[in-house]
């Protein structure tokens, strides 16, 4: 069965300090792969997703990057924090081949930025 | 531009029957996903609708018109585990997925 880890489930960084959030998929091959934001009392807002190795579309220009190294392998990053960065950040996958299927969602990382 | 609408709290009580409905009005139409999602954890699907009509799934059913951009949500015999904030998405032309901010169900004994 496929499987999505993402972590840390927890962050506390000072504003101008680096992030990586890291989002793992097992047990399936090529998959899409998205990095969502959720601030409280708004809807998902998409940052980033991945079609394949090396393919990132950035959905909203911020400081943050996303990078997909391997093929189940999807990072976020970034150089320097902002304070408006604090959230609820999600991974999530879905298969190749289902244009209209569900998404499945990692842990979540709640990420403040003090 | 795209919108999604959605009550942001609704109050139920236990063993009730709960309708929690979602309008919608976006650049074309393939699907429309609810997905429950229990405070500081991730969203987890329920149902999706491409179809008019009602698909019923334990006690939970899912209802789209997409004449009227609209659906909604059914819950019966409500349960305490059932407080949680439901998302209402649609796929958009392009298959990408637009999100309403949630409703808040808090289900009272």
């Known amino acids: 069965s496929q499987t999505i880890h993402q972590w840390p489930a927890t962050l506390v960084q000072p504003v101008g300090s680096p992030l990586s959030l890291e989002c793992t998929v097992e047990?399936?091959?090529?998959?899409?792969l998205y990095w969502y934001r959720q601030a409280a009392g708004r809807g998902l807002q998409l940052l980033f997703y991945?079609?394949?190795?090396?393919?990132i579309s950035s959905e909203v220009p911020q400081n943050l990057s996303a990078s997909r190294p391997q093929d189940r392998q999807f990072i976020l990053s970034s150089k320097k924090l902002l304070l408006s960065d604090s959230g609820f950040y999600l991974c999530?996958?879905?298969?190749?081949?289902?244009?209209?299927?569900?998404?499945?969602f990692g842990e979540g990382s709640r990420l403040t930025v003090l | 531009g795209q919108n999604i609408d959605q009550p942001t709290e609704m109050t139920a009580t236990e063993g009730a029957i709960v309708q929690i409905n979602c309008t919608y009005q976006?650049?074309?139409?393939?699907?429309l996903f609810w997905y429950q999602q229990h405070a500081g954890e991730a969203p987890t699907f329920l149902s999706y609708?491409?179809l008019d009509g009602l698909e019923e799934k334990g006690r939970f059913s899912s209802f789209l018109s997409r004449s009227k951009g609209y659906s909604y949500l059914l819950l019966k015999e409500l349960q305490m585990k059932d407080s949680a904030s439901y998302l209402c998405?649609?796929?958009?032309?392009?298959?990408?997925?637009?999100w309403g901010a949630g409703t808040k169900l808090i289900i009272k004994p």
């Open positions: 991945s079609v394949g190795i090396g393919q």
């Open positions: 976006t650049s074309g139409f393939n699907g």
């Open positions: 998405a649609v796929l958009d032309s392009n298959y990408q997925l637009i």
């Open positions: 999530a996958w879905r298969a190749e081949e289902a244009e209209a299927g569900e998404l499945f």
């Open positions: 047990g399936t091959s090529n998959p899409n």
């Open positions: 609708n491409v």
